[in-house]
């Protein structure tokens, strides 16, 4: 049962341009979701999070997007750099229970130079 | 700034092999985790721990087993190694609180031959 989905496998886009990473989740109770970026051969690094009773976060070249009615968050990157090109995950923490953080499949995104 | 230290990068173990993966962190972090990371199905935790001694299962624990003595340190352990084990391990760790990151070692690559 997989309770945070990314939907694509890869994403390309053209240097400078936007990319725009999705994330679905079906679990209600979740109350805080990150964005990490992994490189091959390395551990992921953190990158965004928000929180539940925030709609939108910004640092930066990138901005994350929280939409709790339609249990959907998005990952804006702005403009694209080469050293974005990585395979992004999302996770999410709940608010019942443990302290786990539960990770979506990945999106490996590529810009083109 | 937060380290997450893995004991090995690259593994090659034979099956029926008893495999132990050391995660050392410095920032004195209540949580540690253990996750394995295979292609097309993301980031799966395979244990974790609240504190010293406090274990729980994730979502894939079986033939794993971990062991946190003390704060800094947490082993995952393969009783008995099999070629489905092989992947890429990720120990990671956090703060005990709703709104914190978790901070991944290097991975360590684990061939089971």
């Known amino acids: 049962d997989q309770q945070v989905k990314q939907n694509s496998p890869s994403l390309s886009v053209q240097e400078g341009r936007i990319s725009i990473l999705n994330c679905d989740y079906t679990n209600s109770m979740f109350d805080y979701f990150l964005w990490y970026k992994k490189y091959p051969a390395e551990g992921p690094t953190f990158l965004i999070s928000?929180?539940?009773?925030?709609d939108k976060n910004e640092d930066g070249r990138f901005t994350v997007f929280l939409n709790k009615s339609a249990k959907h968050l998005s990952l804006h990157i702005v403009p694209s750099q080469p050293g974005d090109s990585a395979v992004y995950f999302c996770a999410a923490r709940s608010n019942f229970g443990n302290e786990k953080l539960t990770f979506g499949t990945g999106t490996r995104l590529t810009i083109i130079p | 700034d937060v380290k997450v230290t893995q004991s090995s990068r690259y593994l090659v173990k034979r099956t029926g092999e008893k495999v132990f993966l050391e995660c050392v962190q410095d920032m004195d972090h209540e949580n540690m985790f253990w996750y394995r990371q295979d292609p097309g199905l993301g980031l799966r935790l395979i244990y974790f721990s609240y504190d010293v001694k406090m274990k729980e299962k994730g979502d894939i624990p079986e033939g794993y087993s971990v062991s946190r003595e003390k704060k800094e340190r947490f082993s995952l352990i393969l009783e008995s190694a099999s070629t489905n084990q092989t992947s890429m391990y990720l120990c990671?760790?956090?703060?005990?609180?709703?709104?914190?990151?978790?901070?991944f070692g290097q991975g360590t690559r684990l061939t089971v031959v």
């Open positions: 928000i929180s539940s009773i925030k």
């Open positions: 990671a760790s956090r703060y005990s609180a709703w709104n914190t990151e978790a901070f």
